[in-house]
């Protein structure tokens, strides 16, 4: 199992800001996974990070609007740029369970509301 | 990956036994059927596995029938605390990436 770590666990930002969300595993993981949950709604995937290359992202997000870092194995963070009130979600970072099952496990998310 | 569908909401009672059935009429031959249970506030957590048959674990059951294009998750006298949103994903083991459906919200009462 991993534990993750993110922070903040919630903020209010004005918009045209930009907030920066940090992801800590407490192991070493090739593929850190980031999501987007807006109010109500299932999760989305945002993109994909491996340490050490761009993150691939997923129809609908680009890398200007959420820059990724990948610096090390265990480590990462999604800023989200030039926020509008449509940023107002939750955004969960994940990581694979590394063997063949497909568990996954989830930090406990952030929740952003944009004023 | 195969699409799934489910109930959108199901009520139950504390000490009930509750199912919820997934829809995966195009699941291919190396998918697996995993679940997943998400409170408020808190990111999903993985709660069984399966590819065939049956499996079992100390939080739940999964049953899933030979031509493997539904499984129902069987959650045993549920409880107040087992309200909360739960999603059937399916997809190959090796795959890294997960497509969340709307997922059932289950909502238990006293």
């Known amino acids: 199992s991993a534990v993750i770590s993110q922070k903040p666990s919630r903020d209010i930002c004005q918009r045209g800001t930009s907030l920066t969300i940090q992801c800590q595993v407490d192991?070493?993981?090739?593929?850190m996974f980031w999501y987007r949950q807006q109010p109500g709604q299932s999760l989305t995937l945002i993109a994909t990070?491996?340490?050490?290359?761009?993150?691939?992202?997923e129809s609908g997000f680009v890398i200007d609007k959420f820059p990724i870092s990948r610096p090390n194995l265990t480590f990462s963070t999604l800023t989200v740029s030039n926020m509008s009130p449509e940023d107002s979600s939750i955004y969960l970072c994940?990581?694979?369970?590394?063997?063949?099952?497909?568990?996954?496990?989830f930090g406990q998310g952030t929740r952003l509301t944009v004023v | 990956l195969a699409k799934t569908t489910q109930p959108i909401s199901m009520d139950s009672y504390e000490g009930q036994e509750v199912n919820i059935t997934c829809s995966h009429n195009?699941?291919?031959?190396?998918?697996?059927i995993t679940w997943y249970q998400q409170f408020p506030s808190q990111g999903p957590r993985f709660i069984i596995q399966?590819?065939?048959t049956k499996v079992t674990n100390e939080v739940a059951s999964l049953f899933i029938p030979a031509d493997r294009k539904s499984s129902t998750l069987s959650l045993p006298r549920v409880s107040l605390s087992d309200t909360a949103v739960y999603y059937c994903?399916?997809?190959?083991?090796?795959?890294?990436?997960?497509?969340f459906g709307k997922g059932t919200m289950l909502l238990v009462s006293p």
């Open positions: 994940s990581v694979e369970d590394g063997g063949r099952s497909t568990e996954a496990f």
């Open positions: 192991s070493q993981v090739t593929m």
């Open positions: 990070a491996n340490q050490g290359s761009e993150a691939t992202y």
């Open positions: 195009n699941i291919a031959t190396n998918d697996y």
């Open positions: 399966g590819y065939k």
């Open positions: 994903l399916v997809g190959d083991a090796g795959y890294s990436t997960l497509t």
